[in-house]
């Protein structure tokens, strides 16, 4: 091979390469930063914290010896398993706890809301609660089923503030626990599927994520209907899970706040939106530090050092741990340590009965 026709060859392959550079998907592109600041990786919280919205969906037989000691790791004192169910399934949840465990876990009882309106059910379902809470339960955890999926007796959509489902949230008022609610999913997933919607990729990953204002219902039809129960019972403790879907609209989320003081938010699976806008989101927890808990949602230990290093430093452009959340860099809200106290562990304290004290500092 000659010159000439050594450098056609590598011509054309330099421009096959850039072609294919070219095309390559939105998915594929993940550039690293070259970006040098000062600041490091947490991989244990500064503080011992209660994880309000943890899931061990295995747990009346499970072996929670590996779960315990990556808790121990990551400075957890306490997780609330959300995923307690009813019944014989939650007294064998608290059972196991109790007898391998005690005070590292509470499990929060669940509600099969599908049937509402039959006869006998709005009974049935309030006396299984009080059943379920003298068998251990501490909370009632509420699935976004509730409002998207769930159908009444006559095959209707149930609204979350059916009037049929009243005596169970005022039981939980009675009974002195709270109420962890999830209710719809991010306002993106209305949003036309183009290349406006923040959620793109996350939609494009997960398409059965995709909702309209037929499928079931509006966003905002389903949240409201969140806030009428919270509004309607005043003397029941709400915690809106995913801090309301509004952690990219905290000014919003502040007038909620202050409309309903019954209202709790939690962090769990929106710690993008919060490293996103760490100076508006440091006043906003400092202002409502009282009503902010932690929580997680999925049980990935390799995921919490992202939630520590946003609450706690002060650290600049930091990479999220799953780009379909979040394709933007963090940047720490470095909260006073009166502040992450009350996120880590004292607002759980509060508001969740029966917890053990004896892990966290006054």
């Not at 095959?155 to 005596?167: C, E, Q, T, V």
């Amino acid at each position: 091979m000659n010159f000439k026709h050594y450098f056609v060859l590598s011509f054309a392959f330099c421009i096959i390469a850039i072609t294919h550079a070219q095309e390559m998907s939105f998915e594929e592109y993940n550039p690293k930063s070259t970006l040098v600041v000062p600041g490091d990786s947490i991989f244990r919280a500064k503080f011992p914290f209660i994880d309000v919205h943890g899931h061990q969906y295995r747990m009346p037989t499970q072996d929670l010896t590996s779960v315990v000691a990556d808790m121990d790791k990551l400075n957890m004192g306490i997780m609330v398993n959300l995923s307690g169910r009813t019944g014989d399934q939650l007294v064998q949840s608290v059972k196991n706890i109790a007898t391998n465990f005690p005070n590292r876990f509470v499990v929060f009882a669940n509600i099969n809301f599908e049937g509402a309106g039959a006869k006998g059910w709005t009974e049935k379902m309030v006396a299984q609660l009080e059943q379920d809470v003298k068998n251990g339960a501490r909370g009632l955890k509420v699935y976004k089923s509730l409002g998207l999926r769930n159908k009444d007796a006559q095959g209707n959509r149930l609204a979350i503030n059916d009037k049929r489902l009243d005596p169970i949230w005022a039981k939980c008022g009675e009974l002195g626990i709270p109420v962890l609610i999830h209710s719809a999913d991010p306002a993106s997933f209305w949003d036309e599927f183009d290349g406006d919607n923040e959620r793109w990729l996350e939609l494009k990953t997960h398409p059965r994520r995709k909702r309209t204002d037929t499928d079931p219902a509006p966003f905002q039809q389903i949240m409201n209907e969140q806030y009428s129960i919270i509004k309607k019972h005043p003397n029941t403790l709400f915690i809106s899970a995913h801090m309301s879907w509004l952690a990219n609209d905290l000014g919003k989320l502040a007038k909620l706040l202050d409309q309903m003081p019954n209202m709790n938010v939690g962090i769990g699976a929106i710690i993008a939106e919060l490293g996103r806008q760490p100076r508006f989101a440091k006043a906003f927890i400092t202002k409502y530090q009282d009503r902010v808990l932690f929580g997680k949602d999925s049980w990935k230990p390799e995921e919490f050092p992202t939630y520590f290093r946003v609450l706690e430093s002060a650290d600049e452009y930091f990479p999220y741990h799953k780009k379909y959340h979040a394709y933007w860099p963090m940047y720490g809200l470095d909260l006073d340590d009166e502040v992450l106290k009350k996120v880590y562990y004292k607002n759980a304290l509060r508001i969740v009965p029966g917890l053990d004290k004896s892990k966290f500092p006054e």
